[in-house]
């Protein structure tokens, strides 16, 4: 197989997982109005607003889950 080839995949491969990792660090910005309270009803710990959620844990786990889409 030609190196040149290999080393331009692994590059790819490379620059699509720092992607990835960004992708994974930016934070959402809260909805208009955040009080607090996430979309279902359920009040968020400050500690946890504090952190810059806007979703209760639960509401969190079933967006990672649909691998970041929404209801």
């Known amino acids: 197989m030609d ?6 995949a692994e590059r790819l491969a490379e620059s699509e997982i720092r992607a990835g990792i960004e992708r994974a660090r930016v934070k959402e910005s809260p909805p208009p109005g955040f009080d607090g309270v996430c ?8 500690a946890r607003v504090g952190l810059g959620y806007h ?17």
Do not use: W
């Not at 209760?56 to 889409?69: D, F």
């Open 39 to 46: 979309a279902c009803g359920e009040a968020i710990p400050p």
């Open 3 to 8: 190196e040149n080839f290999v080393e331009q």
């Open 55 to 71: 979703r209760c844990i639960h509401c969190q786990n079933l967006k990672e889950n649909r691998g970041g889409r929404t209801r």
